[in-house]
């Protein structure tokens, strides 16, 4: 039962951040090292701000309309 809840609770939390446009770091990380043994891994840190960067746009501009 535990399981089955913290289960749930984990897709939900995932669900969550995909709706606001952050990805699983985790999910990123499990990636990186699967599928691209040879090139480094950003931090939390990193990661998080290259995110909000693409979704928002970089350096100060916005990317939306108003």
Known sequence: MYNKITQT??????????????????????????????????????FFRERQETRYGGKGRLNRCC
């Not at 985790?26 to 090139?39: C, G, I, L």
């Open 9 to 46: 609770m984990r897709q939900l939390s995932q669900s969550m951040r995909l709706m606001v446009g952050v990805p699983e770091y985790s999910t990123y990380v499990d990636h990186m090292r699967n599928a691209h043994p040879d090139q480094p891994v950003m931090s939390y840190a990193e």
